[in-house]
């Protein structure tokens, strides 16, 4: 925002072209994952991603960054489908659940470290943020050349063609978890971005303090994906439970801009503790709706509508805030969080035969 003097809409352009363009290449990128080795994919989405990154960090003009977010996002969007289709290719019922949970806390202990490195870099240069992000992306292909990637048991597949989006999209719930998944990826998106912009135009934060604020949010996030989740998903009042979470969250987001500072802490966490619980809750119910000789297609479909809500939510939330004021856009952000309840309710109280 300061090197290129950019507006809040602008900046989170930085978000959306990223998103964007996921969205886009998410289907593509299905496609491919059904043709392609699996080590062959990893190692191009891998790259791909890497490319974008070393990009971003000598690019002096911001419509060259924006260019390299798109290289990026593409990578990204295979990564995503990559964390999304493997669990449920290698694990079965609740087994399923606790790796799709796990998996997504694992995520979100690397976004625990990712923001408290990238904070304080930042206080020298946001171009060594960017940078610090390649070295797990070249640790990650050091791993994967290092794994044994055959299959647990069999999968029956059919040839990947778009055609079968009908047929995914008439299965039980899977138009709810669609539309949930959408909503929520745009408010995961824009809380942090929203108060990274708030904080520093009104209280003057620095990146640093920004990114350990936004670091301890993921640990809530962590706690919630790999023991919350499968802790509460066998209990007959999940979604009471659920709801109960969301009530002390609703309040916080609608009160969000007049907290005091150990008070941001503790929404941050509660409030990625929930997303915990749910993000990779609404992936289990999508692999397990849809018949396992769709898999890729309707996890495609999947990512595709989250890519979408990361895109075209995280900008409605930025120009609610433009339009109107900070406190709007928060009270939004908790509405979207509750029609994802809402719509997620018959698939809770039929989580038990899903598993």
């Known amino acids: 925002q300061k ?41 191009l989405t891998n790259i791909i991603y890497f490319c974008g990154l070393i990009g971003i960090c000598f690019c002096t003009d911001y419509s060259v960054l924006l260019f390299f977010r798109i290289v990026q996002g593409i990578g990204s969007a295979g990564l995503t489908l990559l964390m999304t289709i493997l669990p449920p290719e290698y ?3 609740m087994e399923r659940a606790k790796i799709m949970g796990k998996s997504h806390g694992i995520m979100a202990l690397g976004l625990f470290f990712n923001p408290l490195v990238s904070g304080f870099l930042a206080l020298y240069s946001w171009k060594l943020s960017v940078l610090a992000l390649a070295l797990p992306t070249l640790l990650t292909l050091f791993i994967l050349s290092q794994t044994d990637l055959k299959q647990k048991y069999d999968i029956p597949k059919k040839a990947f063609r778009f055609s079968q989006i009908k047929e995914v999209l008439r299965r039980p719930y899977i138009p709810n978890l669609f539309i949930a998944l959408f909503i929520i990826a745009g408010t995961d998106l824009s809380v942090p971005s929203l108060f990274s912009l708030f904080s520093a135009e009104t209280f003057g934060y620095s990146s640093s303090t920004i990114g350990m604020i936004y670091a301890f949010g993921n640990i809530g996030m962590f706690a919630g994906a ?7 998903l066998p209990i007959k009042a999940f979604p009471f439970i659920v709801f ?23 929404g941050f966490f509660s409030y990625y503790c929930l997303s915990g619980v749910i993000q990779p809750f609404l992936n289990y119910c999508v692999s397990n709706t849809i018949p396992p000789s769709l898999l890729t297609i309707g996890l495609t479909v999947s990512m595709t509508c989250f890519r979408a809500g990361q895109g075209f939510g995280t900008m409605g939330f930025a120009v609610i805030k433009d339009l109107f004021s ?30």
Do not use: D
Not at 226 to 232: A, E, F, Q, R, V
Not at 247 to 260: D, K, P, V
């Open 244 to 266: 109960a979470f969301y009530s002390i969250n609703g309040f916080l987001l609608l009160f969000f801009t007049h907290l005091s500072m150990p008070v941001y802490f503790a």
């Open 226 to 232: 790999s023991w919350l989740l499968t802790k509460l």
């Open 326 to 355: 900070y406190e709007t856009a928060f009270a939004a952000i908790a509405a979207g969080y509750l029609f994802v309840l809402i719509v997620s309710i018959p698939v809770m109280k039929k989580q038990g035969k899903l598993s």
């Open 3 to 43: 090197e290129f003097s950019l507006s809040v809409i602008e900046v989170n352009n930085c978000l959306a072209y990223f998103s964007y363009t996921a969205l886009i290449a998410t289907p593509f990128l299905g496609y491919l994952y059904n043709k392609l080795s699996k080590r062959l994919f990893i190692n």
């Open 91 to 93: 694990y079965e019922s």
